[in-house]
């Protein structure tokens, strides 16, 4: 058995990540078993990744409560960094939920009870966790739940941002709060709102919003209503429900004060508890992403070779352009972060001490079980790529100079993102760059918007046959909706929704191309009758698709709100 350090004796792996991996060990000098986290040998000579994992060490060591997992010692063992940390005998609640898919509510309570007192304690100690979720839950054979893994865990003073410096989201997209999700500081009601996803998907079994990828997932925390728990598991007492309701408003401010009030919200259900606000229709999606910053959404969306202008958008570019480009940026920004972090299923770190394989197909974070994968809860994709804490990079909120490639804003900016790298946007790239260049060698402005939205259908029809990069896909119709801009304010705000429609056509249903292609009819049409009428057409059509199921009802009343107007 290899020795560390000359005190612990390393045994059986515990769990593998990106980053590190855990192993139990024997503590010769004290006489007892401990978790040690090792850094891999790829990344040993690394300096971002060995100061994420010491920065971790001196987080969890300022930590001694009973629900969190208690750091014992740090340091380096030829050239390898290292944490030693308690190991508990036990399993997560992610694998809990894996066997038994719901838990008895009175232990989901005590189990709730326990996080947030672990909580509770990071925050009054300056910290937000920013990744609760089952798989970071311990269950000890004996004593209290234990909250494990402060690897992406933040100082309150530090925080200003969802994001890393590379513009990554920290967090596991199922219990991600809407703020995170939008790149907005990470603060403890974010921790408070994703326990109460946790213990939504206890007492459910299964989580509050769930979809078949992490981006849609993420939008869902942000646009869509709570599902009601007592219709999901109609055994919950309504004071329950109405904690967890709480816990999940989407307005931070409208969540309980802090961890230690919704302690005493689940101790006593006798206590009136201020009603939660009530299910708020989501805003429009070209509304809720417009907190995202220009800066933050320009860099996950541009690729990492492109070579465009570093200036950024132009003044030219309308604030109703900058509108679209926000809500498509904030999907690519997510999309990237899904590519990039959460697909691969390990977001960098090593498990800790008593999770399992498991963890990350319970609670949405990674692999499925048996495929050799471990949940971790440091989202990284490149580890060298994130400057540590405290090296001055734009952590503390500080302004700091913007060396994002520039998001481009027009045709000429837009070809020469294109031209910079075509491997890198997908098998039609190349057919992309022909018509963007047929595009802007057009003069007539009726004829040159009619091509830029036949292009956006063509753009929409790449990116669903997996043909296109999505994010470069997104980009183009950004600039194409900008390009076909009419005068109008009511055809104005049509093409803002066939803008839409075309970057997230999967979202709205079955005949979702065929609401794109009549939308476009509306937008070439020649005369203001003509667009009456299609108008017309076209509303009715769309009442009968969402009465048949074939077009999502929420998204198509959306549609119909701005079709109807065209009406008159």
């Not at 200003?160 to 009601?189: S, V």
Request: contains cysteine; hydrophobic residues 40%; proline residues 7%.
């Amino acid at each position: 058995m290899a020795v560390l350090a000359d005190r612990y004796e390393l045994g059986e792996t515990l769990g593998t990540g990106g980053m590190a991996q855990v192993v139990a060990a024997y503590d010769h000098m004290l006489g007892r078993r401990v978790a040690v986290k090792l850094i891999h040998d790829t990344l040993a000579s690394d300096p971002t990744s060995r100061e994420r994992l010491l920065r971790e060490a001196r987080t969890a060591a300022g930590m001694h409560h009973p629900n969190t997992v208690t750091v014992f010692d740090a340091g380096e063992s030829e050239g390898k960094p290292f944490i030693v940390m308690e190991l508990v005998q036990g399993r997560s609640l992610a694998d809990r939920l894996q066997a038994e898919q719901r838990i008895p509510r009175d232990e989901t309570i005590t189990i709730a009870d326990a996080v947030l007192a672990g909580l509770h304690a990071a925050h009054q100690h300056g910290l937000v966790h920013r990744d609760v979720k089952p798989s970071n839950i311990l269950l000890p054979e004996t004593g209290e739940a234990k909250l494990v893994d402060f690897g992406v865990a933040k100082a309150l003073a530090e925080t200003t941002t969802g994001l890393t410096g590379t513009g990554q989201l920290l967090g596991t997209p199922r219990y991600l709060a809407p703020e995170q999700a939008l790149g907005q500081p990470a603060t403890p009601a974010s921790d408070i709102y994703s326990l109460g996803v946790v213990i939504y998907q206890c007492l459910a079994g299964d989580a509050p919003f769930t979809a078949d990828t992490p981006l849609a997932e993420a939008l869902a925390h942000q646009n869509d209503p709570v599902p009601s728990l007592t219709t999901a598991a109609p055994e919950t007492p309504a004071w329950l429900a109405t904690v967890v309701e709480r816990a999940l408003a989407k307005d931070p401010a409208d969540r309980f004060d802090d961890a230690e009030a919704m302690r005493r919200a689940l101790d006593n259900p006798v206590a009136t508890a201020p009603p939660p606000p009530p299910p708020s229709e989501p805003a429009e999606r070209n509304e809720s992403t417009r907190v995202l910053s220009i800066s933050a959404a320009a860099s996950p969306a541009a690729h990492p070779n492109q070579q465009a202008s570093s200036q950024q958008i132009s003044s030219r570019v309308r604030p109703r352009a900058q509108r679209i480009w926000l809500a498509v940026a904030s999907a690519a920004g997510i999309a990237a972060l899904v590519t990039g972090i959460f697909l691969l299923g390990d977001d960098g770190s090593g498990g800790e001490p008593g999770a399992s394989a498991q963890d990350a197909a319970a609670d949405g974070s990674g692999p499925e079980p048996g495929q050799g994968g471990e949940d971790d809860t440091e989202p990284v994709t490149d580890a060298a790529s994130e400057e540590p804490d405290g090296d001055g990079g734009d952590e503390t909120g500080s302004p700091q100079p913007d060396d994002s490639p520039a998001v481009p804003a027009t045709l000429d900016e837009l070809m020469t993102m294109l031209a910079s790298n075509p491997q890198a946007h997908g098998d039609k790239a190349e057919d992309l760059v022909n018509q963007v260049e047929k595009l802007y060698e057009q003069r007539d402005g009726r004829k040159r918007a009619e091509q830029a939205q036949k292009l956006v259908e063509k753009v929409a029809t790449w990116m669903a046959d997996d043909e296109l990069d999505a994010r470069t896909g997104q980009t183009v119709v950004a600039v194409l909706t900008e390009v076909s801009r009419p005068s109008d304010p009511a055809l104005d705000e049509a093409l803002d929704l066939y803008g839409e429609i075309a970057v997230t056509t999967r979202d709205w249903g079955d005949d979702a191309d065929d609401l794109l292609s009549d939308l476009r009819e509306i937008l070439k049409a020649k005369n203001s009758e003509k667009q009456a009428d299609e108008a017309e057409d076209l509303v009715e059509e769309i009442e009968e698709w969402i009465e048949d199921g074939e077009i999502d009802r929420r998204r198509g009343e959306r549609a119909l709100s701005v079709l109807r107007p065209l009406e008159d």
